[in-house]
């Protein structure tokens, strides 16, 4: 099964600014089993991205996804204040879940 | 709607077993459509996934715990039940259970909100 790896651990950033995370896998991943996830202090995680690239219901067009193979990329175009967070990105294969380790973005 | 709910202890005692319950509702273990799975998330670290459980009753498990899990359903009252044996303070967590949506995508898109476990004597 792959192992995921997510960069940087931590991104500190401000209101408004770009936020670019990445996740990326030891062996290819389809895309169709790579998600993103997104939890905040004392919650469950949320799904924002399934397929890679495809919004969950409710979620802002500000989050998106791409990538593809063995590289992954989330995209927050504007982090609103409610957008600091922990991101996991989630892999299925040979029957199997993968987390990466997380990225959490905080305010700068 | 759909909504899943974890229940179980709060303390265990070392080399215990661990059984926790996820009643999941809008929605049934019978469609073939989706699955169960059980995640796990230590005190400010990552989540793990644990196993999962498919319509067929087929079951999958973490190659690093398997030995120590069990996963079953039982679809009449809506139940996933996780067992883990002989506990251990390293499996004090947040245990959560998610729906698996099944298809040509994969992926957990509903969680429960978690149950606290803490392993101590």
């Known amino acids: 099964e792959a192992l995921l790896t997510q960069s940087p651990g931590t991104l500190s950033l401000s209101p408004g600014e770009r936020a670019t995370l990445s996740c990326r896998a030891s062996?290819?991943?389809?895309?169709?089993?790579l998600a993103w996830y997104q939890q905040k202090p004392g919650q469950a995680p949320r799904l924002l991205i399934y397929?890679?690239?495809r919004r969950a219901t409710g979620i802002p067009d500000r989050f998106s996804g791409s990538g593809s193979g063995t590289d992954f990329t989330l995209t927050i175009s504007r982090l609103e204040p409610e957008d600091f967070a922990v991101y996991y990105c989630?892999?299925?294969?040979?029957?199997?879940?993968?987390f990466g380790p997380g990225t959490k973005v905080d305010i700068k | 709607q759909v909504t899943l709910k974890e229940s179980g202890p709060v303390l265990v005692k070392p080399t215990e077993s661990l059984t926790l319950t996820c009643t999941v509702s809008?929605?049934?273990?019978?469609?073939?459509?989706?699955?169960v799975s059980w995640i796990r998330q230590p005190p400010g670290k990552a989540l793990e996934w644990l196993a999962h459980?498919?319509?067929?009753?087929?079951?999958f498990y973490s190659a690093s715990l398997k030995s120590r899990l069990t996963i079953s359903k039982d679809t009449s009252k809506s139940q996933v039940v996780l067992t883990l044996t002989s506990v251990d303070p390293v499996d004090t967590a947040t245990y959560y259970c998610?729906?698996?949506?099944?298809?040509?995508?994969?992926?957990?898109?509903?969680w429960g909100s978690g149950t606290t476990v803490t392993v101590s004597s």
């Open positions: 998610a729906r698996i949506t099944v298809g040509w995508l994969v992926y957990m898109d509903v």
């Open positions: 809008g929605f049934s273990l019978s469609n073939s459509r989706v699955g």
């Open positions: 459980i498919f319509s067929t009753d087929e079951t």
């Open positions: 062996q290819s991943v389809s895309t169709t089993y």
């Open positions: 397929g890679a690239s």
């Open positions: 989630l892999q299925y294969g040979d029957s199997a879940f993968t």
